[in-house]
């Protein structure tokens, strides 16, 4: 007998996927908001975390981890891409070139620390998350959601801007902006959290599923165990 897909879990899939890919884009233009100076991503990758919270609640760190690889795999996909139609050279009518190339033409520390401090977050926040569940068996979600997103976006962090800034930005300043960007992320899980419980409920019903990761390997590299 055939595994039923299910719809929920693919539909977030795919949002996943679009989020990760729509932030590294969004990640080459700088927004003022306030006094404060952050990157366009941060409008959208946040929500990748929420994603990845409502999968391994509801469907456990197995699964999670199908998702975190299959964004890795498309974010590198679009990166080589990119990469790619920036070295062909462009039609000599074509006026766009600075920009798009300014988009796409990441710099190769740009994409691995993108891509090293991506995967770093992602597991770390799915593993707190089935850990603490399992711990508070299944109580206090809106605790679990939040402090997974802190230890995953610390994570993220702490990887993303030294590899891609050091050396370029002054310490001090890549210090606060590390900082300042995993303030913000927080907060941003935080004021969507009574969505995120809706949402996690309402797959629960509809599913009829809540997984607790008893006796799993958290080994990142075993994509096939999904079962």
């Known amino acids: 007998m055939k595994e039923k897909v299910s719809v929920p879990f693919m539909l977030l899939g795919i949002l996943?996927?679009?989020?990760l890919i729509?932030?590294?884009?969004?990640?080459?233009?700088?927004?003022?908001?306030?006094?404060?100076?952050?990157?366009a991503g941060l409008l959208v990758f946040p929500v990748s975390y929420i994603i990845n919270d409502c999968i391994a609640e509801v469907w456990g760190f197995k699964k999670a981890r199908l998702i975190?690889?299959?964004g890795?795999?498309?974010?590198?996909?679009?990166?080589?891409?990119?990469?790619?139609?920036?070295a062909i050279p462009a039609a000599p009518f074509w006026e766009g070139?600075?920009?798009?190339n300014f988009v796409f033409g990441m710099a190769p520390r740009i994409v691995c620390a993108s891509l090293l401090a991506f995967l770093a977050g992602s597991f770390l926040n799915a593993y707190v998350?089935?850990?603490?569940?399992?711990?508070?068996?299944?109580?206090?979600?809106?605790?679990r959601a939040v402090l997974s997103t802190v230890v995953g976006e610390t994570a993220d962090s702490i990887i993303f801007f030294p590899i891609a800034f050091?050396?370029?930005?002054?310490?001090?300043?890549?210090?606060?902006l590390m900082g300042v960007q995993i303030l913000l992320k927080t907060?941003?899980?935080i004021i969507i959290l009574p969505v995120t419980i809706k949402v996690v409920g309402y797959i629960k019903r509809v599913e009829n599923i809540d997984v607790y990761d008893e006796n799993i390997s958290y080994n990142i590299l075993k994509v096939k165990d999904i079962a």
């Open 16 to 19: 996943f996927n679009v989020c």
């Open 22 to 39: 729509a932030a590294n884009l969004l990640e080459t233009k700088l927004i003022q908001v306030g006094s404060i100076t952050i990157t």
């Open 68 to 70: 975190i690889w299959s």
């Open 72 to 86: 890795f795999a498309m974010n590198f996909f679009v990166v080589a891409l990119g990469l790619t139609a920036v």
């Open 97 to 100: 070139g600075d920009h798009f």
């Open 129 to 143: 998350m089935s850990k603490m569940k399992i711990a508070s068996k299944g109580k206090n979600f809106s605790a």
């Open 166 to 176: 050091a050396g370029i930005v002054p310490v001090r300043e890549l210090l606060m």
């Open 187 to 189: 907060l941003y899980e």
